[in-house]
């Protein structure tokens, strides 16, 4: 058995074990880079949408209203979701800690030190919760997606569900940069390469998976350099996917990339 993640750019991925097809902050419409357009898409067994950020809500309506699919995101998602059409009955919010099933799926929210706001339609200003999501796809293979989280101590996130597989942050996809408003100039993503590289150790991760870009930069290749330096296991791996890759994951952390 093994389990194939397709990456999408940004926090985007296509997940699909041996029961399930699971479909995480599907940014595709609007990204420069997406590999394939919303419509191109199976329909998940599940649909997972982290906080209400355009880069991760992305193409989340469409998706569930073509579908049908189940979604499990926060509040503020949910309340945009419907906003958009989507039925209530097919959305079900959660929050860290509040253990859902899916279509057979157990999905367990953990925290997440971000923001989740968006607009709706009649410009009413919504807000949630971000989630942090861990769930297994098949025995030895649980996956963390760290939702656009900082860094924190996440020692006892790992301690007590021992992710083996994490998808984390390590910059910001900078071609999107002019469609955040604002003067600020942002620098660094919510973990940089250095946080998100400690972050693969706290958790205790057989194989790190560095996310949040649209092409490698200086901040991928750095984590790619840190995540041995902070491994106390010597057994970690870690891999920076190109946006269209599919990583093939064992149970045991044994991967490959295939082929686009």
């Known amino acids: 058995m093994s389990t194939r993640l397709t990456y999408f750019g940004a926090a985007g991925y296509e997940i699909v074990g041996p029961t399930h097809r699971i479909l995480i902050d599907p940014f595709l419409s609007q990204n420069p880079r ?40 926060d509040a503020a998602v949910r309340a945009m979701l419907i906003d958009e059409g989507v039925s209530p009955d097919q959305v079900s919010a959660t929050t860290w800690g509040i253990v859902v099933e899916a279509a057979g799926l157990t999905i367990r929210p953990v925290e997440c030190h971000h923001w989740s706001s968006g607009m709706l339609s009649d410009g009413t200003r919504v807000v949630g919760n971000p989630i942090a999501f861990l769930f297994e796809t098949e025995p030895g293979v649980r996956i963390y997606h760290y939702g656009d989280t900082c860094v924190f101590d996440m020692r006892l996130i790992g301690e007590l569900y021992r992710p083996t597989v994490g998808l984390l942050g390590c910059t910001l996809p900078k071609e999107l940069s002019h469609m955040i408003p604002g003067p600020a100039t942002f620098l660094t993503g919510e973990m940089d390469a250095d946080e998100a590289a400690r972050t693969a150790e706290m958790l205790g991760l057989e194989l790190a998976v560095a996310c949040h870009y649209l092409a490698p930069d200086e901040e991928v290749e750095r984590f790619v350099r840190l995540v041995p330096e902070y491994d106390t296991t010597g057994r970690r791996q870690v891999v920076a996917p190109l946006v269209g890759q599919t990583l093939v994951v064992e149970p045991g952390g044994a991967h490959t990339i295939e082929e686009t």
């Open 34 to 73: 997406a590999p394939c357009s919303a419509d191109d898409l199976e329909a998940p067994d599940v649909l997972l949408v982290s906080h209400a950020a355009f880069d991760h809500y992305g193409d989340s309506a469409a998706i569930a209203k073509r579908t049908g699919a189940p979604v499990v995101c």
